[in-house]
Each structure stands twice: as structure tokens, then as C-alpha cells.
């Protein structure tokens, strides 16, 4: 299987950046998405970045241009760069991954990582 931690959450002024990282273990496959959601409190859990073992990305129009995805192939390890934080990036951020075999898409989530900006 497998497993995903997450760190770099934390309590942060408006204005400022956080880094948060999320490395991966276990059974990955060369071919892989990893990415980044968020869950506010009340609220559904909602893409924030997506990023492909090729460096394609995607990313929520609300973070786009605040935000970077990035990632570390040989390291499995997958990264998000948050500028010019607003108290509503207020959230637990969850790290996925996704990877195929075959026809089957299988979904591996972190524990999650609460970042919290205050204005």
C-alpha cells in the first residue's frame, strides 16, 4: 500500500507563506498524480493543486498565482509553495495520490496538516 505524511502546517499572518511537503511510500508506480486539498471547517473538501510525475499542474482559481505546486520524483515527494496567505486558505490540507493499474484508479490520502492565517 500506501502511506503519505505531510508537514510544514502552522499559524501564519495574512501576507505571509508557508511550505508545506508530503512524501509517499510503499507501492508507487512510476506514473502517478499527487496533490493537494483543503477542508474548512463547515466546508467539502476542495482541490487546491494537482501535479503529474510529468509537472503538469492544476490548480483552484482561488490559489492561482499565490500557490505553487511542486514535485521530487526520485523522492516521492511532492511540495506546496503558499504565498500571500488570506485568512480564508484557513484549512486542514490533505495530500493525494493517485495511480492506475490498469482500469482501476486508487486514491491514497495524508492525515492531513491544519494551516491557519490570521488577519
Known amino acids: 500500500q500506501v502511506q503519505l505524511v505531510e508537514a510544514g502546517g502552522g499559524l501564519v499572518q495574512a501576507g505571509g507563506s508557508l511550505r508545506l511537503s508530503c512524501a509517499a511510500s510503499?507501492?508507487?508506480?512510476?506514473?502517478?498524480?499527487m496533490g493537494w486539498y483543503r477542508q474548512a471547517p463547515g466546508k467539502q473538501r476542495e482541490l487546491v493543486a494537482t501535479?503529474?510525475?510529468?509537472?503538469?499542474?492544476n490548480y483552484a482559481d482561488s490559489v492561482k498565482g499565490r500557490f505553487t505546486a511542486s514535485r521530487d520524483n526520485a523522492k516521492n515527494t511532492v511540495y506546496l509553495q503558499m504565498n500571500s496567505l488570506k485568512p480564508e486558505d484557513t484549512a486542514v490540507y490533505f495530500c493525494r495520490l493517485t495511480q492506475w493499474l490498469l482500469k482501476d484508479e486508487n486514491n491514497y490520502w495524508g492525515q492531513g496538516t491544519q494551516v491557519t492565517v490570521s488577519s
Open positions: 501535479i503529474s510525475t510529468g509537472g503538469r499542474t
Open positions: 510503499g507501492i508507487i508506480f512510476s506514473i502517478n498524480t
